[in-house]
């Protein structure tokens, strides 16, 4: 079975794996914004720890309705736009499409399923370090890998042979049952690094190796597992520790949050803090901390 | 009885009380630390919205070896002095006077009781808006109220007569009897808006009318009513919303921790933030959210 893929987002993250589909000889399609032009005349380029590459020749749109219908569609753009989703899917999804999409946040699945009834959604979190850093123009830092999970519809055949596809362009894919722990546990540290890197302008290894943030960062992660496990995430008890020797060996960075409000651009907010907060509010838990960022970041997006 | 008085950091607050006492005939002795040799020549000048007045013959020290004993010692530095006040004190109590602390914070009278035992402590808070704007020249802009109570010693008398020297000067004194109460109430606004001040960068009335902040300090709030209550403090089901309201009609302004850290000098996190929520936590309750904005101020202030 040979899938056609729709990218959607072409920035740090769909420029990444939908080049490295592409460079592997798998048929994609890619939706650009402002980019459109200029990787038409010139192709994508992608700077890469694993090695450079540049395609010359890449299936570019400028406009959704443009695109033919895809077996897959990898969702790569902010959750900020989920609410043009819908609008943007219309045409390219067939009856056997399976969405895909790799973003932050909690409840986005969901979301989607209520406007798309019928659609087959997987769920997937990117490790990985990587930016646009100018038209067409992708670099990839560090790591790479996907965690794909199903969210609903029949796919679990096309599932497998999208882990197939990206294991052949070098991208290693886990292939999950559960995604409300996939989900959850990337909150364990998306939830501490990207608000707090905001509000407190820092880089990640500011707030892991000064002793109060470090701190925060721990209890913050905790509050996290707690509302996690009182939403029937599995998530261990050394999870936490974990996270953070990851983050000590990292190379210090900005979360993509960080990397948003300094360019002014909106913040996942709704996704990765007020979604979660609600969520496991309906569980019985209160998350108080996460509360406090939440309501300083959007304290900080209005008035930016 | 004609208390004699000495007033340690001749800041905002003690420029503006202890020159209000001195305008109106009372015994006056004024610690200087930099402006000293300023107001021995130029005297002090306070400009007031209850009318400016300016003293010309100030009884200034640079020194508090060189003081007088004084029945009277009014506090009015920053508590990130105090581990400096007893050897401050030494020379200048008397077997009866009574050392007032005009600060803010929690557990700062204890402290000083631990390290002079036997001397009489009252606690004081001031409901002003002062600033020290120059070398010996002192701005009021607000308000002006100070509220006491005795935390040791046999001083209810000396008590009484501080608070009828206060009137005679136009300086309002209520006079409580469970300090306690007056110190958490006080927290109750201190904790939300100095804190957010500094880590958002914002003036009272940004997070005044901001929806989501405006929710934080009124959460914030609700949890320094719940900790003092658990500490055995008195304190009113609508005290919150009163606050609010204040907040509403005051000027805009930055309270002294965002124009401590502004100005590059220690702020106040211990008495302030760290106190209370250990206190607190002594007695079963756990500050969560301050705890948020604790951790956050101390990280400020090791980056500053």
């Not at 589909?21 to 890619?30: I, Q, R, T």
């Not at 679990?156 to 894919?173: K, M, P, R, S, T």
């Not at 990397?259 to 990765?272: C, F, K, L, S, T």
Request: proline letters at 3%; glycine letters at 8%.
């Amino acid at each position: 079975m040979a899938l056609s893929y729709a990218i959607i987002g072409t920035g740090g993250i769909g420029g990444y794996y939908g080049g490295c589909l592409a460079k592997f000889g798998k048929d994609v399609h890619f939706l650009f914004h402002s980019d459109y032009e200029f990787v038409k005349q010139y192709g994508l380029q992608v700077d890469s720890v694993r090695g450079d590459f540049h395609l010359q020749s890449v299936q570019a749109y400028g406009n959704s309705s443009e695109m033919p219908k895809c077996d897959v569609v990898l969702v790569c753009m902010k959750t900020t736009n989920n609410h043009l989703l819908k609008a943007i899917l219309s045409s390219i999804v067939h009856a056997n499409s399976v969405v895909v999409l790799i973003q932050n946040g909690l409840g986005i699945e969901k979301q989607l399923a209520d406007e798309m009834p019928g659609v087959s959604i997987v769920g997937a979190t990117a490790f990985i370090c990587t930016t646009k850093i100018g038209p067409g123009h992708v670099h990839h830092a560090e790591y790479g890998s996907l965690t794909m999970a199903k969210y609903c519809g029949e796919c679990e055949a096309v599932l497998q042979q999208i882990a197939a596809d990206f294991e052949e362009a070098g991208v290693q894919v886990n292939v999950g049952d559960d995604l409300n722990s996939i989900r959850w546990k990337k909150l364990v540290w998306n939830i501490p690094y990207n608000g707090l890197t905001v509000v407190l302008n820092a880089e990640t290894d500011d707030l892991t190796f000064n002793p109060d943030t470090r701190q925060l960062v721990i209890d913050l992660m905790n509050e996290v597992v707690a509302a996690g496990r009182a939403c029937g995430a599995k998530i261990s008890d050394t999870f936490v520790s974990k996270m953070i020797d990851m983050t000590e060996k990292m190379t210090p960075y900005s979360p993509s949050m960080r990397v948003d409000y300094d360019a002014h651009r909106p913040m996942e907010i709704q996704a990765m803090y007020s979604n979660p907060i609600q969520i496991a509010l309906q569980h019985g838990y209160a998350m108080k901390k996460t509360e406090v960022v939440e309501k300083q970041l959007r304290f900080l997006a209005q008035k930016r």
